[in-house]
């Protein structure tokens, strides 16, 4: 079973900058796609950005042009870069890696907390 674990989540003022890193725990293998979500207190999940297996990005109208996600050398990490964070930014954000590798599989991580001060 592989696990996703992510870092980087804190404190920030509005207009900061962090960036979230996630890694598995093993490799992957059949990957679709990668992407990051946010659940805000009170909140559904919702996805803000993706990158697919050939690159493409896609990212919620909320967070284009402030957020950027991007794979890593090993194709096992997946970073999100957040810059002109805002307080409505503020939530848990998780990792998650969708494929298929003998039967479908779909991994999520346990989430990093982000908190934007106004």
């Known amino acids: 079973q592989v696990q996703l674990v992510e870092s980087g989540g804190g404190l920030v003022q509005a207009g900061g900058s962090l960036r979230l890193s996630c890694s598995a725990s093993?490799?992957?293998?059949?990957?679709?796609?990668m992407a990051w979500y946010r659940q805000a207190p009170g909140n559904q999940r919702v996805m803000v950005a993706i990158?697919?297996?050939?690159?493409?990005?896609n990212y919620a109208d909320s967070v284009k042009g402030r957020f950027t996600i991007s794979r890593g050398n090993a194709k096992n990490t997946v970073y999100l870069q957040l810059t002109s964070l805002k307080p409505e930014d503020t939530g848990v954000y998780y990792c998650?890696?969708?494929?298929?590798?003998?039967?479908?599989?779909?991994?999520w991580g346990q989430g990093t907390q982000v908190t934007v001060s106004s």
């Open positions: 093993g490799s992957l293998f059949g990957v679709d796609n």
């Open positions: 998650n890696v969708r494929g298929r590798w003998n039967r479908e599989y779909n991994y």
């Open positions: 990158v697919t297996s050939d690159g493409s990005t």
